[in-house]
């Protein structure tokens, strides 16, 4: 699914935009672009000065990304908790390159993460033709199509079995996005020993994830009609 929300209240591409001197859509550089292994593709220089500015505290951007999480994404769920992958990945998808090299579910025998994930991706510039991800509609199908979106547009999907991946991106822009993962409460398992694959980061809350309860947040369904259709199963 694919839903709107507002750049001005939250605006990741003016608060990542604000780290270099090109705009986004423009970055490019000459470093490796053919082949890169599995982990080596997110560690260009571009994906270094956003992590370091993470890793000195970057609290308007910290505060932007649990505010979206809590009152766009967290909305759409049912469940009264919800995990969160407490860092979003960034994507930068240059002129004749791939964001990611490797065609894969999140789930597969490489990434190894647990079942209970949505994946949401969220361009910062418009992603389109070989500059976007591709998905398949189910796991296994195999007709990948571009995700085409604006800025100012977030995806959610289960990316955990169904496949995805990057084309030689030869539209002239790059693209730039977030992706993170979310699990509703239930299907949360804090007995996972499962870890990434390139930090070994264990997938639990106080590690990959944190936690937020539900609170305040609104929720965007009717909580009577949800029981009726849940005591019908």
Not at 178 to 203: L, M, N, W
């Amino acid at each position: 699914m694919i839903i709107d929300y507002d750049t001005s209240k939250y605006d990741f591409s003016g608060l990542v935009g604000s780290l270099f001197d090109s705009p986004l859509s423009e970055l490019d550089n000459q470093e490796e672009k053919k082949n890169l292994t599995l982990g080596n593709d997110t560690r260009t220089s571009f994906h270094k000065v956003f992590y370091q500015r993470l890793d000195e505290g970057w609290e308007d951007f910290e505060y932007t990304y649990i505010s979206f999480v809590r009152d766009v994404i967290f909305p759409l769920f049912e469940d009264d908790s919800l995990i969160y992958q407490k860092t979003p990945g960034i994507r930068f998808n240059r002129p004749g390159a791939k964001a990611v090299y490797r065609w894969h579910s999140d789930g597969d025998s490489f990434h190894k993460h647990p079942l209970g994930e949505i994946n949401v991706f969220l361009p910062l510039t418009k992603a389109f033709d070989t500059n976007t991800m591709w998905v398949e509609s189910l796991p296994g199908l195999g007709d990948f199509k571009p995700l085409e979106m604006d800025y100012g547009q977030v995806y959610l999907g289960y990316l955990n079995q169904c496949r995805h991946g990057n084309k030689d991106n030869d539209t002239g822009k790059t693209r730039v996005s977030f992706d993170f993962r979310v699990i509703p409460g239930f299907a949360y398992d804090d007995t996972c020993t499962k870890v990434t694959c390139t930090t070994k980061s264990p997938f639990l809350v106080g590690g990959y994830y944190e936690k937020m309860e539900r609170d305040d947040t609104p929720k965007t369904f009717d909580e009577d009609e949800n029981d009726k259709l849940g005591a019908a199963c």
